[in-house]
């Protein structure tokens, strides 16, 4: 026998239990944390199942509002839904002055049809009564464009009048636009002007367009001097 030998070989034997003791106290420890933190995911993979659902709700319903989701068929966002429904209102009252400036010939009609750019709900289509059909509104001509703009403006003015609890909108004031219109269309746009006064209307006409003159009795005329300008009065009356 060699005792030297065997008390070096329990010498390790003694040390390799003692790293294997420590590795299993180790090994329990972190195995009892790691059961600890699945409990605790498992509590909260269950907590969030409500939580999910919810914001499947509200993303379903944001993504359908802003217009992105796929069951938004016309991607309208939430705003032009609700604004569609005032512009019929719009296109609907321009509609009444339009027939009358265009001698019966258009109207306006509102669309919800996709546009160019993938989004729908607030486009308007002129019906021309001479053919029959819809086409859009860039196909109208200068004069044309100006008096459907106007109409627009003043159908615009009759909703918000009624929409707002009897505030009315006495003064209108209307920018240029005429000197596109022919002789016969400016006297039907003028004839729609004239019966706002009926509804005790103000209407207001900027412009350079010298027929007018012969037409509106009423007048400020400005006049361009060298140190500044100056403004005039007209009513008609050869003496103002």
């Known amino acids: 026998a060699d005792p030297d030998a065997a008390a070096g070989r329990l010498a390790a034997a003694d040390t390799a239990l003692r790293d294997a003791a420590s590795a299993l106290a180790s090994a329990r420890d972190r195995a009892a944390e790691l059961d600890a933190l699945s409990e605790e995911a498992t509590t909260s993979v269950r907590g969030s199942v409500p939580l999910r659902a919810e914001y499947e709700r509200v993303a379903r319903l944001a993504a359908l509002t802003a ?139 900027v412009s350079h367009v010298a027929d007018l003159r012969r037409r509106i009795p009423t007048q400020l005329e400005v006049v361009k001097e060298r140190h500044g300008s100056t403004v005039r009065l007209r009513t008609g009356a050869p003496a103002d």
């Not at 002055?97 to 002129?126: E, I, K, N, P, Q």
């Not at 021309?128 to 008096?147: I, K, P, V, Y």
């Not at 005429?178 to 019966?195: A, I, K, N, P």
């Open 67 to 205: 217009g992105t989701s796929a069951e938004n068929e016309r991607r309208m966002r939430l705003e032009s839904y609700v604004l569609a429904a005032r512009l019929e209102q719009v296109a609907a009252a321009a509609t009444e002055r339009l027939l009358r400036m265009s001698a019966g010939r258009y109207s306006l009609t509102h669309s919800d049809a996709r546009s160019g750019g993938g989004r729908s709900g607030l486009g308007l289509r002129v019906v021309d009564a001479w053919t029959g059909r819809e086409r859009d509104t860039a196909t109208l001509s200068g004069g044309e464009t100006f008096f459907a703009s106007l109409a627009l403006a003043l159908g615009l003015a009759d909703v918000v009048t009624e929409e707002a609890g009897g505030v009315r909108l006495d003064t209108l004031f209307i920018d240029e636009g005429f000197g596109s219109l022919d002789e016969q269309t400016l006297d039907e746009v003028l004839d729609v002007l004239d019966s706002l006064r009926e509804r005790d209307r103000s209407v207001g006409i």
